[in-house]
């Protein structure tokens, strides 16, 4: 018999949003190899540790048994999940939801999705959710990521578009690196930062962290930013440029608005003030204000640590708006451009896949928008009442509002702060539905029915970065077992609702559910058409162009030849006025400010070779290799004070929650402050609630504040105390 031949499929790689391009083989309908696209202009051919490994873990998940491969049912509550058909499960999984509808209205309803979709997913659950079943709960764990940026861009600039990209790394004279450990969350990214300044020695580097991490390994000058007063230290930057004259009169003149009442707020934030309640000396707040306002080109990258924060959409409009105060925006090598954590939590935006977003980043507030969507979609209308946010979705669910969560591609048992109020949540629901490709997360465990679905190197789609690229997504192997595409199993659920929401009407939902890759380019294609004189434009954009050109950046209307680049070039803001508007939002202090009782600042972030709740990275024995274990970081000086030694089991708890974790001294952190990894779940560390329930990883301590504007929880600090006594 001669051998199965070798196929070559180029691809995306499915975890952070630097969006690097693959090129898988596989041979006999397994994954055998992977290496970085040469021609794919995020990467150039090179990946990081977890995405050089990406055949080695999907051979993992086969010799491990990972995968969910057949759809799985309760009889009752404790019961053992048992395999049923796809029909009954998703006749069960429909006739529940129909019931709910009847009995509690469509509010009852809740959809969790996940950044790691891809776009034609969302937006078939979207349109399923606020076309078909009249209610907007429906939002994604990208609120726990990215929803501060949105905001922060939509309050400063007008809309939800990076405005830099990339290249601009190269160009940068300055870089300055805020709330972002890009040396091990974004890993490609850094690589090409690092080279960047070695090829250009005169580059300035700011890293403003908690943290002194890897990223600040690269940095001209460390700020140590005190946790959540991020405001304060970029007010304080303006006060300085402002005292110095070092700010642009005449682009703040010709492009922006609102910059006196800023200029008035950020009269009390002085030096000296600064360097008391931030942590960061006169000197060196002095130095980064004259590097970020006199470089040639100043870049801003920044990530979870403004964004996972009580006053997320504060920060990121304060930080903005330094850009514009100084001109640094709109020119080559300039700009803010926020780092998106997952692979597609761009892609989601772009559909409306969020509780307070419609399609083609069209706002669920204004009812002209919604009118728009209606028509689009062919529905009577969109409900205008809010939609739950990710938080506010788990604790209606445990107050008894949701009585149905569907959850797709996400694991918040895990995942979201609270843990034990999410616990509550997915106890209390009537009908919890899992959607997953993996069987091994903690929130399968909480599931009436479980469906099988495809993951990376199956699926077919498109993902867009950080830097607004839309690549496409390709199917190297055909989907295991019985799994099916996330946007078929939300039509097919779509089409059991249909005739009794929408009798004798044409379906909503005409997408071939077989080729898979039909039915995805016609989701795309319905997308794409949505965009038209939309900030995201992409009618000039299509599957055969994406194939011919490669991957490309929105926006790309009709008769263009190529994305583009940057944004705002012009001057020119899609605002009423064409202007950028400053945002003068107070400093506000943490949610849960650190106390007598609960002394630490305790802080969450990634490791460099592990991926969120490690369902895919947790397979595969090498990336442990660089962190073996959970542990909880303490300054060395706190340790000796509070008799703590190296390696120490010790009570960590919260206000919600305790754990037991070895203690590791780092001296990298600054006294008070916590640190540990987000990704450990019940296999590595387990504690208990006040209430005795078991609890596992880092969320059972975390805290459900979030920021008013965008939602966002507060994951970068919770106030914890330290004990050497082990849990009851
Ligand atoms: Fe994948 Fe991100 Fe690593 Fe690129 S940098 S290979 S997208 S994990």
């Known amino acids: 018999m001669p051998a199965s031949p070798v196929t070559e499929t180029r691809s995306t790689c499915p975890y952070c949003g630097v969006g690097c391009g693959v090129i898988i083989e596989a041979q006999a309908g397994q994954i055998t190899g992977v290496r970085g696209d040469p021609l794919h202009p995020a990467n150039f051919g090179k990946l990081c540790t977890k995405g050089s490994t990406l055949h080695l873990t999907a051979a993992a998940e086969v010799t491990r048994q990972t995968r969910l491969l057949q759809p799985m049912q309760r009889l009752h509550r404790g019961a053992a999940p048992v395999p049923v058909s796809w029909d009954a499960a998703l006749d069960t999984a429909s006739n529940q939801l129909r ?98 300044k070695a090829a250009n020695p005169t580059m300035k580097i700011i890293v403003a962290d908690p943290r002194r991490t890897d990223t600040a390994s690269l940095a001209d000058l460390y700020l140590p930013v005190a946790p959540g007063t991020d405001v304060l230290m970029f007010h304080g930057m303006l006060h300085i440029m402002l005292w110095e004259g070092w700010i642009d009169t005449a682009y703040i003149a010709a492009h ?76 080559p090598g300039a700009g803010p451009l926020s780092l998106t954590g997952q692979p ?97 997360t903690e929130t399968c465990a909480y599931a009436d029915i479980l469906l099988p679905a495809t993951t990376w190197g199956e699926k077919i789609g498109t993902v867009t970065n950080s830097e607004r690229r839309i690549s496409r997504v390709r199917a190297a192997v055909p989907a295991p077992g019985a799994a099916r595409h996330d946007w078929q199993i939300a039509v097919q659920l779509a089409q059991r609702l249909e005739p009794q929401l929408r009798p004798g009407l044409p379906t909503l939902f005409p997408y071939p559910l077989q080729p898979a890759s039909a039915g995805a380019q016609a989701l795309w294609e319905e997308h794409r058409a949505s965009t038209a004189g939309r900030d995201l434009d992409i ?49 506000q202090p943490l949610a849960e400010p650190v106390d007598a009782r609960y002394p630490f600042s305790l802080t969450t972030g990634r490791l460099r070779d592990q991926w969120h709740g490690m369902s895919r990275t947790g397979t595969l024995g090498r990336l442990f290799g660089h962190v073996a274990e959970p542990r909880l970081h303490m ?94």
């Open 539 to 587: 009618t000039g954009l299509s599957w055969e162009l994406l194939d011919a050109s490669g991957p490309q950046q929105w926006p790309m209307p009709t008769g263009a030849t190529q994305g583009q680049a940057r944004l705002y070039a012009d001057g020119l803001f899609p605002t009423v006025d064409g202007k950028a508007r400053f945002s003068a939002t107070p400093y």
């Open 99 to 196: 019931q709910i509808l009847t009995d509690h209205g469509p509010n009852a309803l809740g959809f969790y999705l996940s950044g790691q979709l891809l776009t034609e997913d969302y937006y078939a659950f979207n349109k399923l959710v606020k076309g078909l079943l009249g209610s907007n709960n429906l939002d994604t764990n990208s609120r726990l990521c990215m929803s501060s940026a949105v905001a922060g861009y939509k309050a400063t600039l007008g809309a939800d578009a990076p405005p830099a990209c990339y290249e601009d790394l190269e160009l940068a004279q300055c870089v300055f690196l805020v709330g972002s450990n890009a040396a091990w969350a974004h890993p490609i990214l850094f690589r090409r930062l690092e080279a960047a």
């Open 344 to 440: 597609n939590a761009m892609g989601g935006r772009e559909v409306g896949g969020m509780a307070n977003l419609l399609s083609a980043h069209r706002d669920l507030a204004n009812a002209e928008h919604r009118a728009e969507v209606a028509a689009l979609w062919g529905v009577a209308d969109i409900p205008a009442q809010p939609g739950k946010t990710a938080v506010e979705m788990f604790e209606a669910a445990a107050d008894g509002e949701i009585k149905a969560l569907w959850i797709a591609c996400t694991n918040p048992a895990q995942s979201m702060p609270d843990q034990r109020m999410v616990q509550r949540a997915l106890e209390r629901a009537e009908l919890v539905v899992v959607q997953e490709a993996f069987a091994n």
């Open 635 to 728: 300054h060395p000086q706190d340790m000796e004070r509070r008799g703590f030694q190296d390696g120490e089991l010790v009570q960590v708890s919260s206000r919600r929650g305790a754990l037991l974790v070895p203690l590791q001294a780092d001296a990298q952190l600054s006294p008070t402050r916590l640190f540990m990894a987000m990704h450990w779940g019940s296999e590595f560390l387990s504690g208990r609630a006040a209430d005795g329930q078991r609890l596992l990883g880092i969320n059972a301590l975390t805290q459900p504040a979030f920021c008013p504007t965008s939602k966002q929880p507060e994951l970068k600090h919770t106030a914890v105390k330290l004990q050497k006594t082990q849990l009851p």
């Open 256 to 331: 922006t608005t609102g910059f006196d009442a800023v200029k008035a707020l950020v009269r009390t934030a002085t030096p000296e003030r600064v360097a008391q309640e931030c942590g960061i000396r006169e000197q060196d707040l002095l130095q980064a204000s004259r590097w970020f306002a006199q470089s040639p080109a100043t870049l801003s990258l920044y990530c979870q640590g403004l964004n996972q924060s009580s006053s997320g959409t504060a920060k990121n409009a304060a930080l903005i708006q330094l850009h514009l105060a100084t001109g640094q925006i709109g020119k």
